[in-house]
């Protein structure tokens, strides 16, 4: 229970200098069992603890982010006078280890960091003083832009540089609060429902985390969670007449295929063992050298990429980010041989495809002689 009275003299202990228009008080016993801070690193705080050598584990890792180096202040009253005793983040452990009780003063670390903030941020651009753009934007509208911002993630992704992971992520977040923001001015629902909508779902399917259920594994989680989702369509009163109905078709048809082939899976249609999965290649490979008409022959090749998909899945592998590195792999390769034929003085079209070959071979050995990044 937060006894406010403390907490005000804490802040008068403190002689904040800063011109603080708010700041969040928060129970800081409360962190024994959190994975996060429960302030924003836009907004100073305030936690009051009432017995932090309980706090000797978790409270190091909530500082080692953000505020590893951020400097602290720890404030403790000791009969009529006030402890005051500054640190940085990182150091927490050495200098809170042997103090029982008292307040911890976060500062501000970052400004505009909260979602809070982009949310007002985002309302502005759609207010009638904001952008003109923005305003006539619909959720049919901005569907090319949600498609091209989660395309845009997938490739930093593939590229593996976090600062590109950052802002692309930062770009799909605005699509996803632009449409909030638009559905919250006709009272349809705002971000805080999508929220608690995600938060309740998320909690209900992992009940071997947030209840007593026990699972073995990974697959028993899998399954469970196929169960669960079962239910939730009941309870919703939105059962579709198959499981894969709520799998969007408009996936790109090598994810829409190892998604259907999952979800079938996690119910029990599935091969036991790869063998057969691999001799159903063949298989089709051989179907489609007895096919004659374009219609057959379209279908069989429909059935050898189904099949090479199944391979994929059972090797744990994503098809389209196979397909995808494969693509990538050919671009570089066949850029290489755009550049060696440059050199030489001559076009694409001067080459014979003996020569090509030879190029593109030799595009393949720099690659694979190339030093490999961890």
Same mark, same amino acid.
């Given at each position: 229970m937060m006894e406010f009275e403390k907490y005000f003299n804490a802040l008068k202990a403190l002689n904040l200098q800063d011109n603080i228009r708010q700041i969040r008080l928060v129970d800081g016993d409360q962190l024994a069992s959190k994975h996060v801070l429960l302030h924003a690193p836009d907004e100073p705080g305030l936690y009051g603890f009432s017995d932090l050598k309980k706090q000797a584990l978790q409270l190091p890792k909530l500082l080692?982010? @953000?505020?590893?180096?951020?400097?602290?202040?720890?404030?403790?009253?000791?009969?009529?006078?006030?402890?005051?005793?500054?640190?940085?983040?990182?150091?927490?452990?050495?200098?809170?280890?042997?103090?029982?009780?008292?307040?911890?003063?976060?500062?501000?670390?970052?400004?505009?960091?909260? !979602?809070?903030?982009?949310r007002e941020l985002v309302a502005h651009l759609r207010a009638p003083e904001g952008c003109p753009w923005d305003r006539e934007q619909t959720h049919a509208s901005l569907k090319p832009n949600l498609l091209e911002e989660t395309y845009e993630v997938l490739d930093a992704i593939d590229d593996g540089v976090p600062a590109h992971l950052c802002e692309e992520l930062g770009d799909l977040l605005l699509q996803i609060i632009l449409h909030a923001q638009i559905s919250s001015e006709t009272a349809e629902f705002s971000i805080n429902d999508v929220i608690q909508g995600i938060h309740a779902k998320i909690t209900f399917r992992h009940p071997h985390v947030f209840k007593d259920l026990n699972v073995n594994g990974v697959k028993d989680v899998v399954h469970n969670w196929e169960v669960l989702k079962s239910q939730e369509r009941e309870n919703n009163k939105s059962q579709k007449e198959s499981i894969l109905d709520s799998i969007?078709?408009? !996936?790109?048809?090598l994810s829409l295929a190892q998604k259907y082939q999952e979800r079938a899976a996690r119910v029990g249609f599935d091969w036991p063992e790869i063998t057969p999965v691999l001799e159903k290649v063949l298989e089709e490979i051989e179907e489609l050298r007895a096919a004659h008409t374009k219609a057959e022959q379209e279908a069989e090749i429909g059935d050898l990429f189904f099949a090479l998909v199944n391979v994929a899945r059972w090797y744990g592998?994503? +098809?389209?980010?196979? $397909?995808?590195?494969?693509?990538?792999?050919?671009? @570089?390769?066949?850029?290489?041989?755009?550049? =060696?034929?440059?050199? +030489?003085? =001559?076009? $694409?079209?001067? $080459?014979? !495809?003996?020569?090509?070959?030879?190029?593109?071979? @030799?595009?393949?050995?720099?690659?694979?002689?190339?030093? @490999?990044?961890?």
């Open positions: 080692a982010g @953000q505020y590893a180096d951020a400097r602290l202040t720890f404030a403790r009253q000791q009969g009529g006078a006030w402890q005051i005793e500054q640190f940085l983040g990182k150091n927490s452990h050495e200098v809170l280890e042997e103090k029982e009780d008292g307040f911890i003063f976060f500062p501000i670390i970052s400004k505009n960091a909260s !979602l809070i903030a982009f969007p078709r408009g !996936l790109p048809a592998f994503s +098809a389209e980010d196979a $397909l995808r590195q494969m693509t990538l792999r050919f671009y @570089q390769r066949f850029r290489q041989i755009e550049i =060696k034929t440059a050199s +030489a003085g =001559k076009k $694409l079209t001067d $080459l014979s !495809l003996e020569e090509m070959d030879t190029l593109w071979d @030799q595009a393949k050995q720099d690659e694979s002689s190339a030093p @490999q990044s961890d």
